[in-house]
């Protein structure tokens, strides 16, 4: 434990959770620079898959393209380490199995019908309730871990400048809800769902995923990379990733921001 670190066990969050894998550890803090930043020190450690670390509020959250991700109290901001034995190429998997997780935990909390918007956000009325940061080491033919970053404007205020793009919970109910009942629901989906990935289940949970996608047919815009492509949305292939048409055919997309036309 390092200073930097405002470190405390909470009642609150750290209930018994019933699961096989995701969140039998969990390590709560404050306040944090990153939790992304603190799973990869912990893996380090060879702390065991599954473990998670969440922090009330985060002073360096960082999102997708080395942006910053506002992280105030009332929100959730948690990570969580995964050792899966894929090809790097499947990453993407991962990333669309926490989606799902997300997703369906949103749902059955909130009963608001959220949206998975490709490559890893989940929208509400075509804003931003949460974006997912995967970041990951591999060898040649192997991941070493990765960890899952997972932020969810609950109750948290949404900074005047990300007003337009950005929704939380509280603003779509009216009222706050709790966040360690969507937290334990996110947990405990995401295990289930980590199992089906293991047994390498990946048709049930792509299926489960277009069931929370309007993706499909749909007028884009994509930037990766200073690159701009626009096209139509062919398919999500079997590793995640996107399939536009666009007038010079058919182009494979591995990560980007989408806008839709
Ligand atoms: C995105 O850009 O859409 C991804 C945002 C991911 C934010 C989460 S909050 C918890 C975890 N810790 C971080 O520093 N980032 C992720």
Redo the contacts with the bound molecule.
């Keep these: 434990m390092t200073s930097r670190y405002d470190f405390s066990f909470s009642n609150k969050v750290i209930k018994a959770i019933n699961t096989k894998i995701i969140g039998k550890n969990i390590y709560h803090f404050r306040t944090i620079d ?4 603190y799973a990869k020190t912990l893996v380090k450690k060879g702390i065991p898959e599954g473990t998670v670390v969440i922090a009330d509020t ?1 002073m ?6 080395e ?1 910053i ?1 506002d ?1 105030p109290p009332g929100g959730l ?3 969580v380490i995964l050792y899966p034995n894929i090809h790097p190429d499947q990453a993407m998997l991962i990333t669309m199995t926490a989606a799902v997780s997300i997703a369906e935990a949103v749902k059955k909390v909130t009963d608001l019908n959220p949206e998975i918007k490709w490559p ?2 989940i929208i509400i009325k075509g804003k ?1 309730l949460c ?3 995967t970041e990951l080491e591999s060898e040649m033919n192997l991941i070493k871990y990765v960890v899952i ?3 969810i404007n609950v109750n948290n205020k949404i900074n005047a400048d990300l007003l337009k793009i950005a929704i939380s919970i509280n603003e779509l109910k009216g009222i706050d809800i709790s966040c360690t009942d969507l937290f334990h629901e996110i947990l405990k989906k995401f295990d289930y769902y980590y199992q089906q990935f293991i047994s390498k289940k990946y048709g049930d949970i792509r299926k489960i995923w277009f069931s929370f996608s309007k993706i499909i047919g749909k007028k884009v815009k994509i930037q990766e990379d200073g690159n701009i492509l626009s096209g139509k949305v062919y398919d999500i292939d079997e590793n995640g990733y996107l399939i536009l048409y666009t007038s010079k055919g058919k182009v494979r997309i591995t990560n980007g921001d989408i806008k839709y036309l």
Excluded: H, P, V, Y
């Design positions: 990153s939790t992304n930043l985060q360096k959250g960082r999102g997708r393209k942006r991700w992280s901001w948690f990570s890893n956000d931003k974006g997912i940061l970053g997972i932020g």
